[in-house]
């Protein structure tokens, strides 16, 4: 249990702590990032998760290098890092010098957990978004987890995973997988159970990790379905706790681990304290009544002339 985090043992006998920090936030200066990473290094988060699209991966690296220079961690083996593959990089022969970039902006030798972001690939470039729906491309999901192996076995990366990835789209995967994905992170809370995904991960190894674990209200595609659940509103006013700490102790109790984003100090600490008290049966099974909705559609990647002409081609409408 690192800095009071409860850690899981993934399937590739890596340990990762099971509540991270997201760094998802398009357009925000880098020294409002920095300064962040550093503060939630302080109150104890060890996790941090960034992709190749946020633009994060460069102040997160700063980020550790001033963490290290100050004393605040000791190594850098002490933090758990995890980066994602763009979509115009999710091509066999590009997904090595991505990641080998990605180490670049972290200034890291290695990342501990890597994921393909999307199952879908665009067109190789810059990215930008939103995307021309004619660069959408099938992704050939044999080749690009391939070179994810290869990254494995280079040491490059730890463990490496997927992210939106539906039962169909795993089993797909898994079928020519030498080294099987360690972790599939997936929209994931109180409002979206997503338990026949959360089952099929379950018995095939591969840890579920959510993001949105909220609902995202901050976010154009964002709800209001978890911090405005009646549901949720009378169990944490039951235990003198927040919505956000009941919403995220429900996905801890589902053996998800989760990722949280918040730049402000208190709440950050505030979402760090769900590990010693727990829902009762009662409890969850009021939870598992709330009404399903999902959150981000999933509709950018729909394209008469892509690879899924409807959302339930993406999604493969896993309930």
Known sequence: MEGGIPEAVMNSGERIPLIGMGTGSPSTPHDVFISAFITAMEVGYRHFDTAATYGSEAPLGKAIALALQEGLIMTRDELFITSKLGCTDAHHDRVLPALKQTLQNLELDYIDLYLIHWPVSLKPGEFKFPFDKEDLLPMDFKAVWEAMEE??????????????????????????????????????????????????????????????????????????????????????????????????????QQGASVIVKSFNKERMKQNLKIFDWELSEEELLQISQ?????????????????????????????P
């Open 151 to 252: 990254c494995q076995r280079l040491g490059l990366v730890k463990s490496i995973g997927v992210s939106n990835f539906s039962c169909k789209k795993l089993a797909q995967l898994m079928v020519n997988a030498k080294i099987p994905p360690a972790v599939n992170q997936v929209e994931l809370n109180p409002a979206w159970q997503q338990r026949k995904l959360r089952d099929f991960c379950k018995e095939n190894g591969i840890l579920v990790s959510a993001w949105s674990p909220l609902g995202a209200n901050g976010a154009p595609w964002g709800s209001l379905a978890v911090m405005e659940s009646p549901i949720l509103k009378e169990i944490a006013a039951a235990k003198g706790k927040s919505i956000a700490q009941v919403a995220l102790r429900w996905i801890y």
């Open 290 to 318: 709330i009404p399903q909705c999902k959150g981000f559609s999933g509709e950018p990647f729909i394209s008469a002339s892509g690879p899924y002409k409807t959302l339930q081609e993406l999604w493969d409408e896993d």
